[in-house]
């Protein structure tokens, strides 16, 4: 089973609330990662993690926090809301850091 | 500056015929992946080569990391094949993904 699924498909926040979106795969992958995707742009990898190292891309450092309390769940946190976080957010995971990236269906966020 | 240069940005076809997307990277790659994107947005993979070409019906890949490039055909294009289609790649962890490519199939 080659599936990555996240929850919930979507979400609608106010701004200033925190947001919290969760994906699981169980393919034992070692790692997994978080993208923001937005109309006409390219997937912008957030974070990853690499077994229980959380990796952030510089950037947004201090937007986004995640978690992964086991190898099969990992979680993307927004602790308030704006509407720049509108967007769709894709988990990915893969079985050695940069193989083949199998995507999740998305969560699309809308921050109102 | 981008480490992935999709190219072109847009492409019509009429049904029937075929042509190729490329990227082009500015730094050493390991290996690439081809992604379709569906209508509701998500990711869909089509190939992922650290080498070679790959042939999938309609579809074949192509990655030359000594020349910093990898190409996706498409033959005999189908109503059904009208999307954006993204490439990334990866030197090591992260994957770099193109802008991509925005095609469509004119009946």
């Known amino acids: 089973d080659t599936t990555v699924k996240q929850n919930p498909r979507y979400k609608l926040a106010r701004v200033g609330k925190p947001v919290n979106l969760i994906c699981s795969q169980t393919m034992n992958h070692d790692t997994m990662y978080w993208y923001q995707k937005k109309p006409n742009q390219a997937p912008k990898l957030l974070l990853f993690y690499y077994d229980k190292i959380l990796n952030r891309e510089a950037d947004t450092f201090e937007k986004f926090q995640s978690s992964r309390p086991n190898n099969s769940f990992c979680s993307l946190y927004i602790g308030s809301a704006g509407l720049e976080y509108s967007a769709m957010y894709l988990c990915a995971s893969s079985g050695t850091s940069a193989e083949t990236l199998y995507f999740g269906s998305g969560t699309r966020l809308t921050v109102l | 500056g981008d480490q992935v240069e999709q190219s072109p940005s847009a492409l019509s076809l009429h049904e029937g015929t075929g042509s190729a997307l490329r990227c082009n990277f500015t730094t050493t790659m390991r290996a690439v992946q081809w992604f379709q994107q569906n209508s509701r947005g998500s990711l869909i993979n089509l190939f992922y080569l650290a080498s070679g070409t790959k042939e999938n019906g309609r579809l074949k890949s192509t990655f030359n990391s000594k020349e910093s490039y990898s190409t996706l055909h498409i033959r005999d294009a189908q109503l059904e094949d009208s999307g954006t289609y993204f490439c990334?790649?990866?030197?090591?962890?992260?994957?770099?993904f193109g802008k991509g490519t925005s095609l469509t199939v004119i009946p």
């Open positions: 990334a790649a990866t030197g090591y962890q992260n994957f770099y």
